[in-house]
């Protein structure tokens, strides 16, 4: 039951630092450079980064519940849990006003930088690009706390 307990774990980590690193590496680059207009990109983008908060807050609850029936609370635990709580800051707190500016101004590259609107959606963007370098920061070193405390773990006996 522990190994089973492991491998949901190390999948839900996985499966949401490798999403984080695809949507930084793959998709908002990609986007920008196959959309014909930057602000259909942006909706992409929006979209994505919202199911990727989704995804991630799902992600790790799954991981914080096979550790608290593993009993495993450890370090790899609390990364988890800052993890999960500056998605939900970005996605419901920071995402959505950045969505509601760009509806107000329609295009956000055709607003002026000048603009209060544009330079508070400037600011909102950074913060997004900031708190999603600390969760993936936050998911690596889950990772390798994850796989530090299993390898510690003493191996079972197997018969000759």
Same mark, same amino acid.
């Given at each position: 039951? =522990?190994?089973?307990l =492991?491998?949901?774990?190390?999948?839900?980590?996985?499966?949401?630092v490798?999403?984080?690193?695809?949507? @930084?590496l793959?998709?908002?680059?990609?986007a920008?450079?196959s959309?014909?207009h930057?602000d259909?990109?942006?909706?992409?983008?929006?979209?994505?980064?919202g199911?990727?908060?989704?995804?991630?807050?799902?992600?790790?609850?799954?991981?914080?519940?096979a550790t608290?029936?593993a009993?495993?609370?450890?370090?790899a @635990?609390?990364?988890?849990?800052?993890?999960?709580?500056?998605s939900?800051? @970005?996605?419901?707190?920071?995402?959505?006003?950045?969505?509601?500016?760009r509806?107000?101004?329609?295009?956000?590259?055709?607003?002026p930088?000048?603009?209060p609107? =544009?330079?508070?959606?400037? =600011?909102?963007?950074?913060?997004?690009?900031?708190?999603?370098v600390?969760v993936?920061?936050?998911?690596?070193?889950?990772?390798?706390?994850?796989?530090?405390?299993?390898?510690?773990?003493?191996?079972?006996?197997?018969?000759?």
């Amino acid at each position: 039951m =522990r190994s089973m307990l =492991r491998l949901v774990q190390f999948f839900a980590l996985g499966t949401w630092v490798g999403a984080i690193l695809y949507f @930084s590496l793959v998709v908002a680059p990609g986007a920008l450079r196959s959309f014909p207009h930057p602000d259909q990109a942006s909706a992409f983008i929006a979209y994505s980064i919202g199911r990727l908060h989704a995804d991630g807050i799902v992600l790790g609850i799954v991981y914080l519940v096979a550790t608290m029936l593993a009993a495993l609370g450890s370090a790899a @635990s609390i990364c988890v849990e800052l993890m999960v709580i500056l998605s939900a800051i @970005s996605q419901y707190l920071v995402v959505a006003r950045m969505e509601t500016l760009r509806l107000e101004m329609g295009s956000v590259l055709a607003t002026p930088p000048e603009n209060p609107m =544009r330079a508070a959606f400037e =600011r909102l963007h950074d913060a997004s690009v900031w708190l999603e370098v600390v969760v993936l920061i936050a998911g690596i070193a889950a990772l390798y706390l994850t796989a530090r405390d299993s390898s510690t773990e003493k191996p079972a006996d197997f018969p000759a």
